[in-house]
């Protein structure tokens, strides 16, 4: 995992500075932030209306947009797991999340074995800091492996106090003079905030602007509770209820815009010199599919999340990418834009060459995956085409053309059976070559208060 040839890591700086703009020297700050349950097409530079992400949008002029990045599960352990080392959750383990078993509640932690992104930046000099918002992202589950500082309880926090938590690891790492010293030698950065998960708070002053209605007839609105609460109060997930979810998801959004916005104008994360990757674990269901939350399939409400690149120093500004592109693609884009060797063995690559206009490799089909006790599922997606497979009893198959059926609504699989079959075939050999992940004994929460809220969130059957 960590030997790697002196030839092949020359030639990897060297490309990694051709490709960059001119001869910018690798970023020194280094920012990497993801938003838990944030749908790509409910952030305003993907095009959604009304304009929920306004400061988003203006870093989102100055870089380069994927409009068409996918993650590889929906939700947030093995999505997570993928981001953090550029593989499969087959290949990094993390496929079940919080499994109940009769007499207790565990997760399978991200192996020690594995080469993280922290442990790539770490290793190149970087002073690594993590703030995540999650449980599932607990330093006992292996997630805070090459951090040098890491909230390590990583509870739901909203963003007021995400970003209070990060000028606290700040404080933890650089001292009292942290405000003016930070910047000075090379640092690594993941925040992941919460918000948009439920529950839905209504935000002001958003929601007034994007449902007027709510004020006096908050009761029709499944706002403030749990999703346990919210499937409990609302039984029968359709589009009139989608509709009133939706205003606020859009607030809660915007909440986290303007907070982010706080914090990175308070931090100078929106300098020039600063290397800025924005993305998301996965989406969110209203409904579109009969159902609420995420986990529950592989379509694009909750696979297809937003990806922005900003270093406006080192490359290139107001760039749109239409080619689709998974999450396991972060992590050996971060090395090159660093100049930085890469572990072996990562299943993604580099988006340098995309970003730049070079690219001119064929363009390769991403994949995603689910995992009982969620539905067993897989899904590939190539050119217009995304396919998804049951796995085990149902094997049940549906194709969809994207092109014309964004919303994946109209299967065609029985009017195309060639291309079902090639897809399929395309799929089986992707997954038999996928390398087992290292094993890793599952870690019990014992923890009856996290228990309790990770069942609130619908995360517990
Ligand atoms: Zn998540």
């Known amino acids: 995992m960590k030997r790697f040839s ?61 409009r068409t990045a996918y993650s590889t599960s929906s939700w947030t352990p093995p999505a997570m797991g993928s981001l953090l080392t550029g593989l499969y959750p087959t290949s990094h383990g993390v496929t079940t999340g919080n499994v109940q078993h009769v007499d207790r509640v565990e997760q399978p932690p ?29 330093a006992r589950l292996g997630f805070a492996q090459g951090f040098d500082f890491y909230y390590r309880e990583a509870a739901f926090l909203p963003a007021v106090r995400v970003n209070d938590q990060v000028r606290k690891q700040l404080l933890l790492a650089f001292g009292p003079e942290w405000r003016k010293t930070w910047k000075r030698g090379k640092v690594f950065l993941w925040i992941h905030y919460f918000d948009p998960h439920d529950p839905y708070f209504a935000r002001h002053p958003w929601i007034d602007r994007y449902a007027p209605e709510y004020e006096e007839h908050p ?41 982010f916005r ?7 994360l929106n300098a020039p010199n600063v290397l800025l990757i924005f993305t998301a674990d996965h989406g969110e269901e209203m409904a579109e599919h009969g159902a609420l939350g995420h986990s529950q399939s592989l379509h694009e409400e909750l696979v297809r999340v937003p990806l922005l690149v900003r270093w406006p120093e080192g490359l290139p500004q107001g760039v749109t990418v239409m080619r689709p592109v998974s999450i396991v693609d972060i992590m050996p884009t971060m090395a090159q834009l660093a100049g930085i060797v890469p572990p072996r063995g990562l299943q993604g690559r580099s988006l340098v060459p995309l970003m730049m206009g070079k690219d001119r490799s064929p363009a390769r089909p991403v994949y995603m995956e689910l995992f009982p006790p969620k539905p067993h599922l897989l899904a590939i997606r190539s050119g217009p085409w995304k396919l998804i497979r049951g796995l085990g009893s149902s094997g049940r198959v549906a194709l969809y053309d994207l092109r014309t059926d964004p919303g994946e609504h109209h299967d065609v699989a029985s009017t195309h059976r060639k291309l079902v079959f090639r897809l399929q075939n395309t799929m089986a050999d992707w997954y038999r070559g996928l390398p087992p992940a290292p094993t890793a004994k599952p870690v019990p929460l014992r923890n009856k208060k996290i228990e309790e809220e990770l069942r609130s969130l619908g995360y517990l059957q």
């Open 6 to 66: 002196k030839v092949t890591a020359v030639l990897w700086v060297v490309l990694g500075l051709v490709a960059a703009k001119g001869a910018a020297a690798p970023p020194s700050i280094v920012v990497l932030v993801s938003v838990d349950t944030l749908r790509a097409d409910f952030v305003s530079f993907d095009g959604h209306r009304p304009r929920t992400t306004p400061f988003m949008d203006t870093l989102a002029r100055q870089g380069i947009v994927f």
């Open 219 to 259: 009761q029709d609105f499944p706002a403030n509770m749990v999703m346990k609460e919210i499937k409990r109060r609302f039984p029968h997930p359709d589009a009139a209820l989608g509709a009133r979810i939706r205003p606020l998801y859009e607030s809660e959004i915007s909440y986290w815009d303007a907070h």
């Open 262 to 268: 706080r914090l990175a104008l308070q931090l100078g």
């Open 110 to 138: 991200l192996p020690r074995a594995l080469t993280t992104l922290a442990e790539m930046f770490h290793r190149a000099g970087y002073t690594t800091i993590g703030v995540p918002a999650n449980r599932h992202l607990m």
